[in-house]
């Protein structure tokens, strides 16, 4: 593994972790999307801190940042944005829409209709965008962090499981601590820290550290423990619709870059464990019983089913 990798990932750990307080494992989680080159999906309760985590994780990069609050009126051209007509050179012109950025915070992503969030499907998946027949190419590196509050369902719509396949994890926030959320209102009395925050990895490093993830050892019996973790979810009997191969794919890059956050290159078994949960249990579709389970049942659900699966020695 390159050294610089592992120190391009303890700068950004550091610098998150210096607004986002008492939340390591959550920064972890952000800083290993990065490194993997994949999105993430925030989902919590308002107030708990989901965009300040994508705030400070995109302050940490010197790259351009772009927030699109949806609403049921976005159109699909608001985030790609259209090809406009200048009078004053009679010609037709692109006009890049706010998708093309490094970072892209996608605030309560379910109040937009499906067609708009559709916008976001080709970006996510191949980091372009095609408008009247011809194909943008989105800037590098591409991370989208959208959030949304799993608790309030008026005025709001379904990701459909195209989209939630897009996202490398799921995960959620948290209350902080009582000594933390202390300090956060000791700190944050004169204003927002995030907005104080300066980056500390060029664009340039961010790629070569997500190269250098790309290159991480996975020992093969370690790849037949994650394909095994993955069969398990189509074989399952609570989930009509188990983890895709997209879906094995992000698993087994997201192991890998957890790796270089730890200063490893090569995947454990914790590696694969520790993300099971978060990068598969919305790409499950439960059934029977389990249909119109919340998060936190089919979660609990998938957990019992990977503990029953042995784990290599």
Same mark, same amino acid.
């Given at each position: 593994?390159s050294?610089d990798?592992?120190e ?6 550091s !610098? ?5 307080l008492?939340k390591p494992?959550?920064v ?7 490194? $993997? ?5 925030l989902e919590?309760?308002?107030? %708990?801190?989901k965009?300040?985590a ?7 990069? &010197? ?5 699109l ?6 159109l699909?051209s608001d985030?790609?944005g259209s090809?406009?007509y ?7 012109e692109? #006009? ?6 490094n970072?892209?915070l996608?605030?309560?992503? !379910? ?5 708009t969030? #559709? $916008?976001?499907?080709?970006a996510m998946?191949?980091s ?13 590196p591409?991370? %989208? ?7 309030e ?5 379904t ?8 996202f490398?994890?799921?995960t959620s926030?948290?209350?902080p601590?009582r000594?933390?959320e202390r300090?956060v209102l000791?700190?944050h009395? &004169?204003? &927002?820290?995030?907005d104080?925050? /300066?980056?500390v ?6 790629l070569?550290?997500?190269q $250098?993830?790309?290159n991480?050892?996975?020992d093969e019996?370690?790849v037949?423990y994650?394909? !095994?973790?993955?069969? $398990?979810t ?6 009509q ?8 794919? #992000?698993?087994y ?5 957890r790796?270089?956050?730890d200063?490893?290159?090569f995947v454990?078994?914790?590696?694969? /464990? %520790?993300?099971? %949960?978060?990068?598969?249990a ?5 059934r029977?019983?389990?249909q119109?389970a !919340? ?8 957990s019992?089913?990977i ?5 290599p020695?």
């Amino acid at each position: 593994m390159s050294q610089d990798a592992f120190e391009t990932s303890r700068l950004l750990r550091s !610098n998150i972790e210096s607004v986002v307080l008492g939340k390591p494992e959550i920064v972890q989680l952000l800083v290993t999307c990065l490194l $993997a080159g994949e999105h993430l999906l925030l989902e919590d309760v308002p107030g %708990v801190g989901k965009t300040l985590a994508a705030k400070a994780m995109s302050q940490s990069i &010197e790259g351009y940042f772009a927030r699109l609050q949806f609403t049921p009126d976005l159109l699909p051209s608001d985030i790609t944005g259209s090809v406009i007509y200048r009078s004053d050179t009679r010609e037709f012109e692109f #006009s890049p829409g706010p998708i093309f950025a490094n970072v892209v915070l996608a605030d309560e992503v !379910n109040r937009a209709p499906p067609r708009t969030q #559709s $916008a976001l499907l080709e970006a996510m998946s191949e980091s372009r965008v095609s408008i009247d027949g011809t194909t943008h190419d989105l800037p590098q590196p591409f991370i %989208v962090v959208a959030t949304q509050n799993p608790f309030e369902y008026e005025g709001t719509y379904t990701l459909p499981e195209s989209q939630l396949d897009r996202f490398l994890m799921r995960t959620s926030i948290g209350y902080p601590q009582r000594e933390i959320e202390r300090t956060v209102l000791q700190t944050h009395r &004169e204003g &927002e820290p995030v907005d104080q925050l /300066k980056p500390v990895v060029s664009t340039d490093a961010l790629l070569a550290a997500q190269q $250098a993830a790309r290159n991480v050892r996975f020992d093969e019996t370690l790849v037949d423990y994650l394909l !095994n973790i993955v069969e $398990a979810t189509r074989k399952h009997e609570g989930f009509q619709v188990g983890v895709s191969t997209r879906g094995a794919l #992000s698993f087994y890059r997201g192991c890998q870059a957890r790796a270089i956050t730890d200063g490893r290159d090569f995947v454990t078994p914790d590696d694969v /464990k %520790v993300l099971s %949960v978060p990068c598969l249990a919305h790409r499950v579709l439960p059934r029977g019983i389990f249909q119109g389970a !919340n998060r936190n049942e089919v979660e609990s659900e998938l957990s019992d089913v990977i503990q029953e699966i042995p784990v290599p020695i």
